[in-house]
């Protein structure tokens, strides 16, 4: 599998993205700079990583939805290209359209960093194929906007669909509302875009991939993406 | 020209900012405040001096990046 990372001014989890796709895929993966306007010949994946774009300017991932790249990103996406967003990536990715809906303040205000729990909705998606559907992993969440809000006809078709990938829940996999933390609609976590090959998801799974981090729960869907690709090789 | 851009929240859509600086006004002890909805105001120069021209331009620039219009509404003024 064939890597690339989006780097944009103010990103900060752009390293820790390339390891972990690293130690899943063997492969080095590609830095792009958001001046780019073309993504290296031969790339599975696109990862816009997590961090602070633009200072949060503006909105957040507003000024980098609009950076050169993302052209290239969305021709990517529409030829059904992977595409990954993780916490900033995911404001990103709503922000330039390729995701429905938006990543509002959380709903208690305040900035959020800590382990939380969330369900695996499904298994049988390139996102999730590393997991068995009904599983709860830990994963880390640093963010202070991530509290998912789409209109009613929106969310109704994204359940509808199976399109809400992971959900937040309980340590024993209750979806209710004290596991809700940021106050997201349906407690989502993460989409993935009509065709379902887009991901955004607010948690970290680059975070949780090496026994020294305390918790391997995030390999999975790293393995699982590595897998897709062996699988159409 | 100078023109203004206001971008404020959709009626329906959470406003957690705006609710907090209710809560700190009314603790504040000001009178007869209802509710507070929070936005942004861009105060904006162009270089064009046809009217229409520079509404045209600030539209743009408002559906573009300015505001998100799936949670958020604009005005535009040109001032001067």
């Known amino acids: ?233 | 020209m100078k023109a203004r851009v206001t971008v404020t929240l959709k009626s329906g859509i959470l406003d957690p900012q705006g609710k907090a600086i209710e809560g700190a006004l009314k603790s504040l002890g000001v009178d007869g405040i209802a509710s507070v909805r929070q936005g942004k105001v861009f105060d904006i120069e162009l270089a064009a001096t046809d009217k229409a021209k520079a509404e045209a331009a600030l539209k743009a620039a408002a559906d573009k990046l300015l505001a998100n219009t799936v949670i958020e509404n604009y005005r535009v003024e040109v001032l001067s």
């Open chain 1, 1 to 233: 599998m064939k890597s690339a990372v989006l780097v944009f001014p103010g990103i900060n989890r752009e390293r820790d993205m390339a390891r972990a796709l690293k130690l899943a895929s063997g492969n080095e993966t590609a830095m792009v700079w958001h001046a780019e306007t073309a993504l290296p010949k031969g790339t599975d994946l696109v990862v816009v990583p997590g961090g602070f774009s633009y200072g949060d300017y503006l909105r957040c991932g507003a000024i980098a939805a609009r950076a050169p790249v993302m052209d290239a990103v969305r021709d990517f996406a529409a030829k059904g290209g992977l595409v990954l967003g993780v916490c900033n990536g995911f404001q990103i990715l709503c922000e330039s359209g390729l995701l429905p809906g938006v990543l509002m303040r959380n709903a208690g205000l305040k900035f959020v960093c800590r382990d939380v729990h969330m369900k695996v909705e499904r298994s049988d998606t390139p996102f999730t194929r590393g997991y068995n559907a009904g599983q709860v992993i830990r994963v880390p969440v640093a963010h202070g906007e991530g509290n998912y809000e789409a209109d009613e006809e929106t969310l109704k078709r994204l359940e509808g669909d199976g399109r809400v990938l992971y959900r937040y829940c309980s340590a024993d996999g209750v979806v209710d509302e004290a596991s809700n933390f940021n106050g997201a609609a349906h407690s989502i976590a993460g989409i993935v875009n009509e065709r379902g090959n887009v991901l955004g998801m607010m948690p970290h799974p680059e975070n949780h991939v090496e026994e020294i981090m305390g918790c391997t729960d995030g390999r999975g869907l790293f393995a699982g993406l590595v897998q897709q690709f062996e699988k159409a090789a």
